[in-house]
């Protein structure tokens, strides 16, 4: 914690704190320092916009263990992947969606609602720097029953939090992108 800052501070860190985020995309504060005359509202839409890519890793899964009760979380949300707690609860309350793919034969669509009943996560799926690759900080999400679209939501959501302070545009690239922005606004004022 000390190589992030905290170790000669009396405040926690906060959500994504221990992690870092790419140098390079306009991050308010950090690698961008306006003058008192300038704001983001005056310059070129395209100059702070930032791009995401989104997508999901059905390799990582993870068996329920044997003895939850000693399971240790490290950095529970502090680094990439979100805190657990307020992660459960947003699938708790999230409205489920079945849908099959319109456009093309996607597997991530059509195999959203498959359950792997010996596996606590059937995979995981995040967002990252669409320019340089870096994962978001605290945008790490895993999947219950494959790649279904409140977890990304959540992911994106997170992400879009991340050091945005001014930034008012983003653009996604999904591979399920044509399946996935069709309702998005409407699931995530729901959840």
């Avoid at 992690?19 to 509202?41: H, K, R, T, V, Y």
């Avoid at 263990?65 to 708790?92: C, N, Q, T």
């Amino acid at each position: 914690m000390k190589w992030h800052g905290f170790g000669h501070r009396s405040d926690n860190p906060n959500a994504g704190d221990l992690a870092l985020f790419c140098p390079a995309c306009p991050q308010p504060g950090i690698n961008i320092s306006l003058s008192g005359d300038e704001s983001l509202d005056e310059t070129p839409s395209w100059k702070y916009t930032r791009s995401f890519v989104m997508d999901g890793n059905f390799k990582a899964e993870h068996l329920h263990p044997i003895k939850p009760f000693d399971e240790v979380w490290l950095s529970d949300g502090l680094g990439f992947m979100v805190g657990k707690d307020r992660y459960k609860k947003h699938l708790a309350e999230a409205a489920d969606t079945v849908e099959k793919s319109s456009c093309n034969n996607h597997r991530a669509v059509n195999q959203a609602n498959a359950a792997r009943h010996k596996l606590e996560s059937t995979g995981i799926g995040g967002v990252a720097c669409a320019r340089h690759g870096c994962f978001v900080p605290h945008s790490m999400i895993d999947f219950q029953k494959g790649e279904r679209q409140m977890n990304m939501d959540y992911a994106l959501c997170e992400a879009a939090q991340h050091n945005m302070e001014g930034i008012t545009r983003a653009v996604t690239f999904y591979d399920i992108n044509c399946q996935y922005n069709k309702h998005l606004r409407v699931r995530v004022d729901r959840s």
